[in-house]
């Protein structure tokens, strides 16, 4: 009988007993062991960050797709199944290819202890190294130096985004430490392209790529950007592009837009400004600021409009009161369910005074879910009025009675999964 992805995937959990363990040696020996996939993949364009890493992959993609340019991508966590992890050469991996690969990767592999992440990784760079395209995109996992997708030895192309507070039980306490491990993506010679940083983030990246001899394109430096007239304006040394705004709202999809437009400077030869209008326009990248108008959810929450944005980290929450700052004003109420691995207070602190009220709810299946009760003390501790409720339905039909008020479901990609498959409209096609 042959398994569903998702019976193997489920076995591949078992390999291991932690869900993250810091380390390239467990990679390097099923690499080792397939064929040494990491070294035949199209042209790599890696990007490690805090923040902005899957929507920046998004606009590079688009615009290269534009092109007529075959792209694989990388990214996770996945929002409503495992398949959107892995994007071959335009395409959702089909279920049939993804059982196969990870029977495959499996087999290579044995019961030796392997992280879920690390196989799942392999598996991948696997499909990417037997499938045929012009552009591999790998969105880094966890960090960078140790993230199991550090094992390209000369990418195209390295990006580092906003690097901020998280995960820092694994990655240090300090933003030099965070950003450190993030630099560990940065190859001798190879560009990386900067984005947004803090001054002593910057200074450590700087100081890695000198060690390396890797040009550096920073913001700020060797490239601008800005929202100016309803419009984007993007300036480097070749010269200035007017574009479109990104179709991804909020002010910080303009940095990323910039990191974009950089990367397709530097990849799409003559035909970049084509590129670049198009990474704006055509860009999509669900659970980012995202509005639902139809499917189940959106419809019980009417007479509100309905959003969902899966960021979980302080600076996400500061972004993220910014983007509502911004919108037409009109009440927002927050349905909130985070992990017990990130900065409650931190995240919600920015949204004090911003929203009206906090619905706490725990994400179902998720182990790692914070109690509603916890979150909800924890909004409460920064001047956010909360209440809990059993899930995100009953939550919204409370929300739904106030009127045509605005309601934003946040705070976990996990979270955002499951309210996209409880809405009906899935993740990534």
Same mark, same amino acid.
């Given at each position: 009988m042959t398994l569903t992805s998702d019976a193997i995937l489920q076995r591949m959990m078992t390999l291991h007993p932690k869900v993250i363990d810091l380390t390239l040696d467990r990679v390097w020996q099923l690499l080792g062991a397939l064929g040494d996939p990491q070294d035949r993949l199209p042209p790599v364009i890696h990007i490690a960050g805090t923040n902005g890493?899957?929507?920046?992959?998004?606009?590079?993609?688009?615009?290269?797709?534009?092109?007529?340019?075959?792209?694989?991508?990388?990214?996770?966590?996945?929002?409503?199944?495992?398949?959107?992890?892995?994007?071959?050469?335009?395409?959702?991996?089909?279920?049939?290819?993804?059982?196969?690969?990870?029977?495959?990767?499996?087999?290579?592999?044995?019961?030796?202890?392997?992280?879920?992440?690390?196989?799942?990784?392999?598996a991948a760079l696997l499909a990417f190294a037997d499938t045929p395209a012009d552009f591999t995109l790998l969105e880094v996992g966890l960090g960078g130096r140790l993230d199991a997708t550090n094992v390209v030895a000369r990418p195209a192309l390295t990006i580092i985004t906003p690097v901020d507070l998280d995960h820092q039980s694994y990655l240090g306490h300090t933003l030099p430490l965070i950003a450190a491990e993030k630099a560990g993506i940065i190859k001798r010679g190879v560009t990386c392209i900067v984005g947004p940083q803090h001054d002593?983030?910057?200074?450590?990246?700087?100081?890695?790529?000198?060690?390396?001899?890797?040009?550096?394109?920073?913001?700020?430096q060797h490239w601008h950007v800005s929202e100016e007239r309803g419009g984007l304006i993007y300036q480097d040394e070749r010269g200035l592009l007017d574009l479109?705004?990104?179709?991804?709202?909020?002010?910080?999809?303009?940095?990323? !837009?910039?990191?974009?437009? +950089?990367?397709?400077?530097? *990849?799409?030869? #003559?035909?970049?400004?084509?590129?670049? &209008?198009? @990474?704006?326009?055509?860009?999509?990248?669900?659970?980012?600021?995202?509005?639902?108008?139809?499917? !189940?959810?959106?419809?019980? +929450?009417?007479?509100?409009? *309905?959003?969902? #944005?899966?960021?979980?980290?302080?600076? &996400?929450? @500061?972004?993220?009161?910014q983007t509502l700052k911004g919108l037409p004003p009109r009440p927002t109420h927050l349905i909130c369910g985070m992990l017990n691995t990130k900065d409650i207070a931190g995240y919600l602190s920015p949204l004090t005074g911003v929203a009206a009220s906090l619905t706490a709810v725990s994400i179902p299946g998720e182990a790692a879910t914070?109690?509603?009760?916890?979150?909800?003390?924890?909004?409460?501790?920064?001047?956010?009025?909360?209440?809990?409720?059993?899930?995100?339905?009953?939550?919204?039909?409370?929300?739904?009675?106030?009127?045509?008020?605005?309601?934003?479901?946040?705070?976990s990609l996990y979270l955002a999964g499951h309210v996209l498959r409880l809405n009906g409209t899935g993740g990534p096609v």
């Open positions: 890493k899957g929507s920046t992959q998004a606009m590079i993609r688009a615009g290269l797709e534009a092109q007529g340019r075959a792209v694989h991508a990388y990214t996770s966590p996945h929002l409503a199944r495992f398949h959107e992890r892995i994007r071959l050469a335009g395409s959702l991996i089909a279920e049939d290819a993804l059982a196969a690969l990870l029977d495959r990767v499996e087999a290579a592999n044995g019961t030796v202890p392997i992280t879920y992440f690390e196989i799942t990784t392999v002593d983030c910057l200074a450590v990246i700087e100081r890695q790529a000198a060690r390396l001899g890797a040009p550096l394109l920073v913001h700020g479109p705004l990104p179709a991804l709202p909020g002010p910080h999809q303009i940095g990323n !837009a910039g990191m974009a437009i +950089a990367a397709l400077r530097h *990849l799409a030869g #003559d035909d970049a400004e084509t590129a670049s &209008a198009a @990474a704006m326009t055509r860009v999509a990248w669900p659970a980012r600021m995202q509005r639902l108008d139809e499917g !189940a959810l959106a419809d019980l +929450a009417r007479p509100a409009e *309905l959003w969902l #944005d899966g960021g979980h980290n302080p600076a &996400a929450g @500061a972004v993220l009161a914070i109690p509603a009760e916890e979150t909800a003390r924890h909004a409460a501790s920064v001047s956010l009025a909360a209440t809990i409720a059993p899930d995100v339905e009953t939550a919204l039909r409370d929300l739904s009675a106030k009127g045509p008020v605005r309601v934003l479901i946040c705070g």
